[in-house]
């Protein structure tokens, strides 16, 4: 059995197997959604929990429509409208949810380890949909199978990552993936956004997207949140997007077959140029049609073998 | 009644004893000690085989009482600190309400007549409601019994504030003890900014916000020629501050909690919200520069910073957690099996640094050594002992403790308050 | 456990003979072969498949088309399953509307395999008709499930083993009986 974890809680706990049991099984599921019926009946009668308590449009629907193509229930748990606004602690909040029978339980939290956290007295499998600015592993999934569709290896490809890496767990769950799977990682932001020692990671750091972007096979580009402005962690959003905004003119530096990569949403015009974002070298799209299958292979791995006792 | 305690090795750092002596206590005051002791009428304790040291002191203990009675009581805190080898315990002024006026120092002091086994010393604020804006009136405390003044876990940031305050304490020759953070640095902080707080994307709180409060405290306590006591030092920056300041003719002490010297920020990977304190585990080499310095003398005492929590409290997700371990019943054992055993510090320099130097600071004149007429305060020792820690033996109201089914050697066996054995 | 053979029942000559029965059997049952596709299960069925095409060609010559299909996701048995099953690709790139479908397989034994392929075949669009198509049927039946062609009927007993081996992936084309035997 390649695929022995009970949770999915983040990517640095898998293997490089792991992730490629990962990838090959999305491969098989991609076909379901061009389907007519986009529906196999593979977890009929599973009851899924959408846990998330942090907006978000791609990878909350994402793995509703994954788990619903799966033929499994769920169910969209919404903060706003819950218990938790009353004061119900999150360990409550997941044990009344269990007592309803859920088998697997999809959380967004603002917490770093909030899944690790729930996974410690939960019967449901977990997964772990973003954990503050910890992991996010099925972007980081869905990034590396879209990757491997246009490049099919990912082995020696240089991917730089754009943009504030500190607060970003769609930039650790990519680094450590990319790392185990044999990719050069090169990351770029300002100094405040990108401490020297992510280097431990076992990746490459410039401050210099110019410099960095030359012979790039992916780049992929962050969200950065206007209020981190504030904060002083740089000056101004205008000398930002002279830095580190992906123009035309900067991507023209990277490989020519190069592919430009975002997890959304997207600030238009500030950390990348909008007539990039709709462009042919855009793979943005693609990357949110693949969410699905990686979804499905995970849901599927997790929920459609037999209970284990193991735990991860 | 009298209390005779024979064949003990005896180690007094006061006096520079280390020997095989007989003690006798007679109306809570150590009345007799020799070689060899013979009396009638006396409870005897045969002491071979085990240590005898003056009773140990804890200048940094938070009972929550008065206003969070939940978390622990003057009671429950105190018998938490008999069974872990304490005497004597300072506790902090956060409480609710704050002790910040004779009201509440009083309270805390009769509560712990009725109901405390161990002696209790009130730490009243250097400011109101702990709000960094109003000095107390220092004179007035110092009377009603406090013995320190803080405002721990609310470091003062306003430095014109702090240099009042430590002008003031001159008048009463008094300590203050500052909690180093500066807040604006550490803000949303969970764990100590490193490698593991980038890998796991938690807020962290970098060595610099420690630094620079300890840098403030030493330019005022040279300027003010007051008496600054540093709590729970946690950084190699920090430890530097201090030896430049006592390389000068500075008053300063600091103090070291166990779980700086055992743990390091790389455990939370586990998000085990038992390892959440402030200020945070640091890293290897800041616990490296902690034992230099305890070997070197650097540093003045131990102290545990015992900061009990409910279960429930504790039972959530990191960020919601509060901050802070539960020492007082692991301390000892952990010291004695980490440092004494494995023969990094001796026995005598650990007795100075929980007993005879904390009674120093705190100007306790009758506590800290065995001679002829001090208080019988003892704590006595087994250096082969074997424990398990488990939180649930726990005297302490609370269990949030990282060090729960540690396997150490070494515990206190015996407390002796005012001689009355109040543990054993 | 090892495995023991029992029986080699089939040999690459009785196969090839079966095969070409079976071919003649489809051929005069469906006058209409322009509507005829050909799905294989994973993994003897593809081959099988290919094969009968193949013959359909020679004799017919009219091409027809042969799917890829993968039962994985249409389990009745995931619960119970000891190990995870490996999801593979169902490749069917023709249109299944309206088509006459000849399901290949090479045992047929409970006819769970079958029930759950014919989910599927259903869930890709409306067939005209589904033909079954086995190489082997070894009885033990727990759902109402008949074959339209058979290579060879093999009374068996559900301890044994019917393995099919195509030279396509196992080197020989051969029919073995085999029973696992307990290690001493």
């Known amino acids: ?312 | 009644m009298r209390l005779l305690i024979k064949n003990g090795r005896v180690i007094d750092p006061a006096s520079n004893v280390d020997e095989t002596l007989d003690i006798l206590i007679d109306r809570g005051k150590i009345v007799k000690i020799n070689p060899k002791i013979e009396v009638n009428g006396s409870k005897i304790i045969d002491a071979s085989r085990l240590v005898v040291a003056p009773g140990f002191i804890d200048m940094h203990v938070h009972l929550r009482e008065p206003g969070q009675e939940d978390k622990e009581t003057i009671k429950t805190g105190s018998l938490a600190a008999a069974k872990g080898g304490f005497t004597s315990i300072a506790c902090m002024p956060n409480t609710a309400p704050v002790n910040d006026s004779r009201g509440i120092t009083e309270f805390i002091i009769s509560e712990a007549k009725r109901n405390a086994v161990v002696n209790i010393l009130p730490i009243a604020a250097v400011t109101r409601g702990l709000c960094g804006e109003e000095i107390t009136d220092m004179t007035d405390l110092r009377n009603a019994g406090a013995i320190a003044f803080s405002d721990d876990g609310h470091p003062i940031e306003n430095s014109l504030v702090m240099r009042r305050a430590l002008e003031y304490s001159r008048l009463l020759d008094a300590l203050i003890i500052d909690h180093c953070e500066d807040r604006k640095l550490s803000a949303g902080g969970i764990m100590h900014e490193g490698i593991t707080s980038l890998k796991l994307g938690i807020k962290a709180i970098p060595a610099s916000s420690e630094e620079i409060l300890v840098a403030r405290d030493i330019v005022l306590a040279k300027e003010t020629k007051a008496k600054v006591h540093i709590a729970h030092l946690s950084v190699k920056g920090a430890v530097d501050l201090l030896k430049f300041a006592k390389q000068q003719d500075i008053k300063i002490t600091a103090e070291v909690t166990p779980h700086h010297l055992f743990l390091t920020d790389a455990s939370l990977e586990s998000f085990d919200t038992n390892l959440k304190v402030n200020p945070p585990l640091r890293s290897e080499q800041d616990v490296e520069a902690l034992i230099d310095a305890i070997k070197e003398g650097w540093i003045d005492a131990f102290a545990t910073d015992h900061a009990p929590h409910t279960p429930d409290e504790k039972d959530v997700e990191l960020d919601k957690a509060p901050f802070g371990i539960n020492g007082l019943e692991t301390a000892v054992p952990l010291l004695l099996d980490k440092l004494v055993n494995k023969n990094i510090l001796p026995l005598d320099k650990f007795v100075a640094m929980i007993s005879t130097n904390p009674a120093r600071i705190l100007g306790l004149e009758n506590k800290g050594k065995i001679s002829v007429g001090t208080d019988a305060d003892l704590t006595i020792l087994k250096l082969q002992k074997d424990v398990i820690v488990d939180t649930n033996q726990f005297f302490s109201k609370s269990r949030n403790s990282p060090f729960n089914g540690w396997k150490l050697k070494g515990a206190p066996v015996m407390t002796i308050v005012g001689g009355k054995i109040v543990h054993s | ?184």
């Open chain 1, 1 to 312: 059995m390649p695929f022995d974890h009970k949770h999915l809680l983040g990517i640095e706990p898998l293997s490089k197997l792991d992730i490629l049991t990962i990838l090959d099984t999305a491969e098989s599921f991609v076909e379901i959604s061009t389907r007519e019926v986009k529906k196999v009946p593979t977890l009929r009668g599973k009851t899924i929990v959408n846990l998330f308590f942090e907006p978000s449009t791609r990878t909350r629907c994402s793995f509703e429509l994954a788990a619903k193509r799966l033929s499994a229930d769920i169910v969209n748990f919404n903060k706003q409208f819950s218990s938790v606004v009353k004061g119900e602690t999150l360990k409550d909040t997941v044990l009344n949810l269990e007592a309803m029978q859920s088998d697997a339980i999809i959380i967004r939290h603002a917490c770093p380890g909030a899944p690790h956290y729930i996974s410690a007295f939960c019967r449901s499998h977990i997964i772990n949909a973003g954990d503050g600015a910890h992991e996010h592993p099925t972007q980081a999934l869905l990034d590396a199978f879209t990757i491997r569709q246009k490049k099919k290896n990912l082995e020696g490809l240089k991917i730089v990552i754009v943009g504030d890496i500190l607060h970003s767990r769609v930039a650790r769950s990519n680094i450590f993936l990319l790392n185990k799977m044999g990719a050069e990682v090169v990351c770029v932001g300002p100094p405040a956004l990108l401490p020297e020692e992510f280097k431990e990671f076992g990746i490459a750091f410039d401050y210099t997207l110019d410099r960095a972007i030359r012979g790039a096979d992916v780049i992929m580009m962050l969200r950065i949140q206007l209020e981190r402005q504030q904060k002083n962690l740089f000056p101004s959003i205008r000398e930002y997007r002279d830095l580190f905004s992906l123009t035309p003119k900067r991507f023209r530096r990277a490989k020519r077959n190069a592919i430009i990569m975002h997890p959304g949403p997207i600030n238009r015009g500030v950390e990348i140029s909008a007539n990039l974002v709709d462009s042919a070298k855009s793979v943005i799209l693609q990357q949110v049609e693949n969410g699905i299958a990686v979804r499905m292979a995970v849901l599927y791995l997790l929920l459609g073998g037999k209970e284990r006792e193991t735990t991860d």
């Open chain 3, 1 to 184: 456990m090892d495995e023991k053979i029992k029986a080699r029942v089939m040999d690459a000559r009785k196969i090839k003979r079966a095969l070409h029965r079976m071919v003649t059997e489809i051929i005069e049952r469906n006058r209409d072969l322009s509507s005829l596709v050909i799905v294989g299960i994973r993994t003897r069925g593809i081959y099988l498949g290919k094969r009968v095409s193949k013959m359909i060609k020679e004799l017919e010559d009219i091409k027809i088309p042969v799917g890829v299909l993968d039962i994985t996701l249409y389990r009745d048995d995931f619960s119970e399953l000891e190990a995870q099953h490996m999801v593979k690709k169902t490749e069917i790139d023709f249109s299944v509307v309206d088509k006459e479908i000849l399901l290949v397989d090479d045992v047929l034994f409970t006819g769970r395999t079958i029930r759950a392929a014919m989910d599927s075949l259903i869930d890709l669009g409306r067939p005209k008709s589904i033909q079954l198509f086995v190489l082997i049927d070894r009885g033990h039946r727990e759902l109402p499930i008949k074959a339209d062609y058979v290579g060879k009927f093999l009374p068996t007993s559900k301890r044994e083993i019917v393995q099919v081996h195509l030279k396509e992936i196992d080197e020989t084309d051969e029919v073995l009986i085999t029973e696992s035997v307990e290690n001493t």
